[in-house]
């Protein structure tokens, strides 16, 4: 009997895929690693730093070059053993050979160590932080200068130094003349410190006025103790940072009715945690139009006083009636401002003792008979002021005049030695006598 079966074909046998020597690759890396590492813990700090840089730097383009030997089949025997192992070995010597280099804060090239790294992440973070604080009102000590409000002068406090009372009356000290505003100065601060003192002893202590007024004529020294005020207050701890903000009528009010306030409370702000000082105060409300704009400024200037009396310290100065008119007109100015120093004008021998500091400060130096008659001749410029009369600022003045007659006369030398270029003469001076000998002046 016939068959017609058909034989059935057996189904072929699926092949196994083959290993792909995954494990024996991935035991290989990790062995490559541990000696990596082994190698890096035996060298120098600095080449393990190079050496993990180099081996990041390297990393792509030594996996693309392992994939292509695999797609090509090249990747096998002896070069799949010993592939990373080279990679290994080519870092660590590139890292012996050529360490990696940083740039230091000061822009020059030093050799990356944990050290050296940690200390420029530091100083980078220090830095970004700074600017970030600076970006912000009231926010750090040093003030960004973008902030100076129109009309407002300021002298940062000291960032590099720590400011002690003794420094600072050591500073008042040193000043030419104002004897009796360096005594009521003095006495001011002891008592504040002695008032400190009790305090930290849980004694009582009587409210303290630190606001002041500074009367005299211009050129007196009243800014320049204002800002040694300020490191006092600092020392002292009435003020947190010891800044001071100089303004007058001009930074302080504005051009329209209901401007004055802003204005004010933006110089008030700058000046919170430092001295404000406020230069010809009396200004502020002299000729005050209908609109009122120095009563407003006051104002401003009154509540603030009170709202942030543990932050702000305001003197004010300008010419003694003035002054004494401007407090008394208001009672709330006569409530807080009732601490009065007044800076006398100085005597023809402290103005010559200035010119002298100027002389020397700038590198010059008197003749002979310019020193002889420099006292003489500043007393009959002067015997004669005013109360307009500029004091310190008429000694900067007559030192710059004599500073350019010296420079046209020096000039026309041809060849001047370094003794004609700082050397100043009566005629620089503008010092004219009748008779050299004599003992009068033209």
């Given at each position: 009997?016939?068959?017609?079966?058909?034989?059935?074909?057996?189904?072929?046998?699926?092949?196994?895929?083959?290993?792909?020597?995954?494990?024996?690759?991935?035991?290989?890396?990790?062995?490559?690693?541990?000696?990596?590492?082994?190698?890096?813990?035996?060298?120098?700090?600095?080449?393990?730093?190079?050496?993990?840089?180099?081996?990041?730097?390297?990393?792509?383009?030594?996996?693309?070059?392992?994939?292509?030997?695999?797609?090509?089949?090249?990747?096998?025997?002896?070069?799949?053993?010993?592939?990373?192992?080279?990679?290994?070995?080519?870092?660590?010597?590139?890292?012996?050979?050529?360490?990696?280099?940083?740039?230091?804060?000061?822009?020059?090239?030093?050799?990356?160590?944990?050290?050296?790294?940690?200390?420029?992440?530091?100083?980078?973070?220090?830095?970004?932080?700074?600017?970030?604080?600076?970006?912000?009102?009231?926010?750090?000590?040093?003030?960004?200068?973008?902030?100076?409000?129109?009309?407002?002068?300021?002298?940062?406090?000291?960032?590099?130094?720590?400011?002690?009372?003794?420094?600072?009356?050591?500073?008042?000290?040193?000043?030419?003349?104002?004897?009796?505003?360096?005594?009521?100065?003095?006495?001011?601060?002891?008592?504040?410190?002695?008032?400190?003192?009790?305090?930290?002893?849980?004694?009582?202590?009587?409210?303290?006025?630190?606001?002041?007024?500074?009367?005299?004529?211009?050129?007196?020294?009243?800014?320049?103790?204002?800002?040694?005020?300020?490191?006092?207050?600092?020392?002292?701890?009435?003020?947190?940072?010891?800044?001071?903000?100089?303004?007058?009528?001009?930074?302080?009010?504005?051009?329209?009715?209901?401007?004055?306030?802003?204005?004010?409370?933006?110089?008030?702000?700058?000046?919170?945690?430092?001295?404000?000082?406020?230069?010809?105060?009396?200004?502020?409300?002299?000729?005050?139009?209908?609109?009122?704009?120095g009563s407003e400024c006051i104002a401003t200037l009154l509540k603030r006083m009170e709202d942030?009396?543990?932050?702000?310290?305001?003197?004010?100065?300008?010419?003694?009636?003035?002054?004494?008119?401007?407090?008394?007109?208001?009672?709330?100015?006569?409530?807080?401002?009732?601490?009065?120093?007044?800076?006398?004008?100085?005597?023809?021998?402290?103005?010559?003792?200035?010119?002298?500091?100027?002389?020397?400060?700038?590198?010059?130096?008197?003749?002979?008979?310019?020193?002889?008659?420099?006292?003489?001749?500043?007393?009959?410029?002067?015997?004669?002021?005013?109360?307009?009369?500029?004091?310190?600022?008429?000694?900067?003045?007559?030192?710059?005049?004599?500073?350019?007659?010296?420079?046209?006369?020096?000039?026309?030398?041809?060849?001047?030695?370094?003794?004609?270029?700082?050397?100043?003469?009566?005629?620089?001076?503008?010092?004219?006598?009748?008779?050299?000998?004599?003992?009068?002046?033209?």
């Open positions: 009997m016939t068959d017609y079966t058909t034989p059935q074909t057996p189904y072929p046998e699926t092949s196994k895929p083959k290993r792909s020597g995954c494990l024996g690759e991935g035991v290989g890396c990790l062995l490559d690693i541990a000696l990596f590492g082994c190698a890096c813990l035996l060298l120098s700090e600095q080449t393990m730093i190079s050496a993990l840089v180099y081996l990041f730097a390297l990393l792509i383009p030594v996996l693309v070059f392992r994939w292509w030997l695999v797609k090509t089949g090249r990747m096998h025997g002896l070069v799949e053993k010993l592939y990373g192992l080279c990679i290994v070995g080519g870092v660590l010597v590139l890292a012996c050979i050529k360490p990696v280099e940083i740039e230091d804060s000061e822009g020059n090239s030093v050799v990356a160590t944990p050290e050296t790294i940690g200390k420029a992440v530091a100083e980078k973070v220090t830095t970004e932080t700074s600017k970030d604080k600076s970006s912000k009102p009231g926010a750090g000590d040093e003030m960004d200068e973008r902030r100076i409000p129109p009309g407002v002068s300021y002298t940062p406090a000291p960032t590099n130094e720590v400011v002690t009372l003794e420094s600072a009356l050591a500073e008042l000290n040193d000043l030419i003349g104002l004897k009796s505003v360096k005594a009521e100065v003095e006495k001011f601060a002891k008592f504040v410190q002695v008032a400190n003192q009790r305090r930290e002893s849980g004694l009582k202590v009587a409210p303290i006025s630190y606001h002041m007024v500074f009367t005299g004529n211009p050129g007196t020294g009243k800014t320049t103790v204002a800002r040694i005020m300020a490191k006092i207050y600092r020392a002292l701890g009435v003020v947190k940072k010891g800044h001071l903000v100089e303004t007058d009528r001009g930074g302080l009010i504005a051009e329209y009715v209901g401007q004055t306030a802003v204005k004010t409370a933006k110089v008030i702000d700058f000046a919170l945690d430092g001295v404000l000082f406020i230069d010809e105060a009396y200004a502020i409300t002299e000729g005050d139009s209908k609109q009122g704009y942030d009396r543990d932050r702000l310290v305001v003197i004010v100065a300008g010419y003694t009636d003035e002054m004494k008119h401007f407090i008394d007109a208001n009672p709330g100015l006569q409530s807080r401002f009732n601490r009065y120093i007044d800076f006398p004008d100085y005597s023809a021998e402290e103005l010559a003792a200035m010119f002298r500091m100027r002389v020397k400060k700038n590198d010059y130096v008197l003749s002979a008979d310019a020193e002889h008659w420099l006292t003489p001749w500043i007393y009959k410029r002067t015997k004669n002021r005013d109360r307009k009369f500029g004091n310190g600022r008429w000694v900067r003045n007559e030192f710059e005049k004599a500073v350019e007659r010296q420079a046209m006369r020096v000039a026309e030398l041809e060849n001047p030695t370094k003794e004609a270029l700082m050397m100043l003469t009566l005629k620089d001076l503008d010092i004219k006598l009748v008779d050299p000998d004599a003992s009068n002046e033209d």
